[in-house]
């Protein structure tokens, strides 16, 4: 009976097997079968062109520019002093205050001057009796009372007299200290009834309607310096501004441990919109031309080798297919300097070369590209 059983229980077991199997080898037939066609369509769509990337171009165009260096320099007094004075004294009286505009020759300070007076006055008295009595001598003379000797001793101690006179004159005047300049005062430093030595500074005088810009450049650059030669240069109080200065004058002889050459150079600044101490980031113009390719400013990106510019390429037909008329491509540049909104590229372009002025961080090279006509105007540097 068992027997019976088992035999017609072992047919139905493999039977099941096999189904199993064939819905197992179906269902791997249909993935494969899906999995194979989105291969295919991805492979047609990559096939495909993107459409193009609509970008604003300007052309490089060959200018002969004025070779600019780079350089720092700061801003000194055209004349600066520390009011002191000759003598020690006390203050008596003080006659301006900090920040006052002044003449030259204006009355700044005044000291103490009663000993000075008396000491004039006493030389004065002594004076007039010595040519008291050198004119008494003159009228005895003609009667024959005086010798000649008597009246050239008097005539001595008169002239010696005269001299005393402007000693005590050169003392009084002493105690009046004025501007030796015109300009403007800084703080005062000392007050009425303090004691001051030659040492002591009353107060600064700058001269600001012009100012000196100092400031040195390498050996390389000494044949780039003429007279009067123009720099532009901007300061820190003023960043929006640009500000001008001539070459006025350089050392004839190169520091020895720098090999630098010392310059300086001369500001207007009636505007008084500088001020000396004022650190100065300039451009110097040099009398050498330098052949660059102009282009926006706004062209030029940065890329792990430095700066760079697309480019646009004329695109071919490949297969038969219809591609866009241009593609990208990325080119490294060098840029010798860059003003008013335009930059002078040395290497990396040729002229008449396409360069593309807005939206690089999009793009990336081989893209199909299209042109649009609202290009952002730009001035060459020159102009």
Do not use: C
Not at 134 to 156: E, M
Not at 274 to 291: I, Q
Not at 354 to 366: E, H, N, R
């Amino acid at each position: 009976m068992s027997t019976q059983t088992t035999k017609t229980t072992r047919p139905r077991l493999w039977l099941r097997i096999l189904l199993v199997l064939l819905l197992l080898a179906a269902l791997g037939g249909s993935l494969a079968y899906k999995k194979i066609s989105q291969i295919q369509q991805q492979i047609a769509m990559g096939s495909q062109l993107p459409p193009p990337i609509s970008v604003t171009v300007a052309t490089a165009v060959e200018e002969q520019w004025e070779r600019q260096v780079k350089a720092i320099g700061n801003l000194v007094a055209f004349q600066g002093v520390n009011i002191t004075t000759e003598v020690s004294g006390i203050i008596t009286k003080i006659k301006f205050d900090s920040g006052n505009e002044v003449k030259t020759g204006m009355l700044l300070v005044e000291l103490d001057n009663r000993t000075e007076t008396a000491n004039l006055e006493s030389a004065q008295a002594q004076l007039a009796a010595d040519d008291s009595q050198y004119q008494r001598l003159l009228k005895l003379k003609d009667q024959s009372f005086v010798t000649k000797n008597d009246i050239d001793t008097q005539a001595s101690l008169v002239n010696i007299s005269k001299a005393q006179v402007r000693v005590a004159e050169v003392a009084l005047a002493k105690k009046k200290i004025y501007a030796p300049f015109s300009g403007k005062l800084g703080i005062r430093q000392v007050d009425l009834g303090e004691y001051v030595t030659p040492s002591t500074n009353i107060v600064t005088l700058l001269s600001f309607d012009k100012l000196y810009l100092d400031f040195t450049l390498p050996e390389g650059n000494f044949k780039d310096l003429i007279i009067d030669q123009a720099i532009e240069f901007k300061v820190r109080a003023h960043p929006d501004e640009i500000f001008s200065a001539r070459v006025e004058i350089w050392n004839s002889q190169l520091d020895t441990s720098t090999r630098n050459i010392s310059i300086r150079a001369v500001v207007d600044n009636r505007n008084r919109l500088l001020a000396p101490g004022m650190f100065a980031d300039m451009n110097v113009r040099s009398k050498r031309k330098l052949s660059v390719l102009t282009i926006p400013e706004t062209a030029i990106f940065y890329n792990i080798y430095g700066e760079a510019v697309y480019i646009l390429e004329k695109s071919e037909t490949v297969d038969g297919q219809e591609e866009p008329d241009y593609r990208l491509a990325s080119r490294q540049v060098d840029v010798a300097y860059r003003s008013k909104g335009a930059a002078g590229v040395t290497s990396g372009l040729e002229a008449g070369d396409i360069v593309v002025t807005a939206g690089q961080l999009k793009l990336y090279p081989s893209l199909p590209v299209a042109i649009v006509d609202d290009i952002p105007e730009y001035r060459s540097a020159q102009q």
